[in-house]
């Protein structure tokens, strides 16, 4: 060795540290990358992905392969620096210190710390680069890897650990909606708002997007043809329920269209009516919205009347109203149909007291609470803890709330006003 110059000797510590480098962040953007990017990669034929699964699905002999290189190039690194410091130092106890001082931080700093800080913050860029090396090097020293993990393996067992099982690449629900949420601009914000809308379909259910019993439009069979034809006539809705004396008593359903094309014809009369109707088609109240998506799907029904345990109709909820959950409004006002709203020259609105607290929220931006009452009649009683008379006014999620009409027990309409504080509500 005295016969080999040092500037030979100090090339070789360079490639030795270039080396054990590479190792490093090989081993660390390996760990990195993003798996379900590495797996869309290989499923479009880049070789260095398909090289990269391979090693990942064998984390023990890639681990195996990058730690003997590392450790083989730290080694003879730690021995050149301590002959290079002998060379110029002398052979005693401070030319060892110094040695061991100098080694440390070379390691550490072009070996360890640098390329691993390069290899974790350009994973999916170096992984599928490294394995291209890696893949031939675990084929080459094979036997040596075999020889490491027949160690590793029998000190796992003798633990009882199973790494294999613990380290399963599968996500849940709360952290595919976290990946969603941090997407930023790789996925278009609307794009983005109706995959997490699909994971909230099982925590809504039929009540929370149904039209009360209230306001839902209805036949009642017992009225003079007259009468029934006329609101045939004037109606907005595809598909009516019928009943028979009193709106709970739902008899079946009928398809307007199909009815108005036969009222001109001599023979239509109650009974042909009647012969039009159609079985009604019932959902259990707090049916989450994607079983009864499903069961829409399964029964090629598109309308569903709500009723509770005891059968009574609680309302009505269509396909459009869980189509909307998730992809937002169709339009901006249904046939038929008003604004949850009426704006005000001050900013407030103008809002009927029947009007469900997740259409407030979904259309006029507000925030009120959704997790008790349904609707704003709702929210509003339940705050104000006494009968609603006309000019009461209560905080609720830092709205304030002015009812101006009432009809019996309920709000009938009521005024919100632009947010004003965040907090407790209190009337």
């Known amino acids: 060795m005295d016969s080999i110059p040092l500037g030979a000797l100090f090339g070789v510590l360079v490639v030795l540290l270039v080396l054990s480098g590479f190792f490093s962040m090989s081993e660390t953007s390996m760990m990195a990358v993003n798996r379900y990017r590495l797996r869309t990669l290989a499923k479009s034929g880049h070789r260095g992905a398909k090289l990269a699964e391979w090693l990942l699905a064998n984390t023990d002999k890639l681990l195996g392969v990058v730690l003997l290189g590392n450790n083989l190039l730290n080694a003879a690194a730690a021995s050149l620096v301590t002959l290079i410091t002998f060379r110029l130092f002398g052979q005693d106890e401070l030319s060892l210190t110094l040695a061991t001082l100098a080694v440390t931080f070379l390691i550490l700093v072009f070996s360890e710390v640098t390329p691993k800080v390069i290899g974790a913050s350009y994973p999916d860029r170096i992984a599928p680069a490294a394995s291209y090396v890696l893949a031939p090097l675990l084929k080459l020293c094979y036997p040596a890897v075999w020889f490491v993990n027949l160690f590793v393996q029998s000190l796992l067992r003798l633990l009882r650990l199973n790494p294999g099982a613990a380290s399963e690449n599968s996500m849940g629900v709360e952290e595919l909606r976290t990946l969603l949420t941090e997407s930023g601009h790789f996925i278009p914000a609307q794009h983005r708002g109706i995959l997490l809308n699909l994971f909230d379909l099982e925590q809504i259910t039929v009540d929370d997007v149904m039209r009360p019993r209230g306001q839902i ?104 109203d869980i189509l909307e959950e998730i992809v937002g409004e169709f339009a901006s006002l249904r046939p038929g149909g008003q604004e949850p709203g009426l704006p005000q020259e001050d900013g407030s609105y103008l809002v009927e007291g029947a009007v469900s607290l997740r259409e407030l929220n979904r259309k006029l931006k507000l925030e009120l609470p959704v997790d008790g009452a349904r609707t704003l009649n709702g929210l509003i009683l339940d705050h104000l803890e006494a009968m609603p008379e006309p000019g009461v006014s209560v905080m609720i999620a830092g709205y304030p709330m002015e009812i101006v009409q009432v009809h019996g027990r309920m709000v009938k309409t009521a005024r919100i006003g632009a947010r004003r504080a965040t907090g407790n509500s209190s009337p």
Do not use: C, W
């Not at 008593?249 to 009369?269: K, P, Q, S, T």
């Open 217 to 320: 439009e209805a036949i009642d069979i017992d009225a003079g043809l007259e009468e029934i034809i006329h609101q045939l006539a004037t109606s907005h809705h595809s598909r009516l329920p019928v009943y028979e004396g009193e709106p709970n008593n739902v008899v079946g359903m009928l398809h307007v269209r199909r009815v108005l094309a036969h009222i001109h014809e001599e023979d239509f009369d109650l009974a042909a009516l009647h012969d039009a109707l159609r079985k009604s088609y019932f959902i259990p109240s707090g049916t989450n919205l994607y079983t009864q998506l499903e069961q829409f799907q399964a029964t090629r029904q598109s309308v569903g009347l709500v009723v509770d345990e005891y059968g009574e109709l609680l309302g009505l909820v269509t396909l459009e």
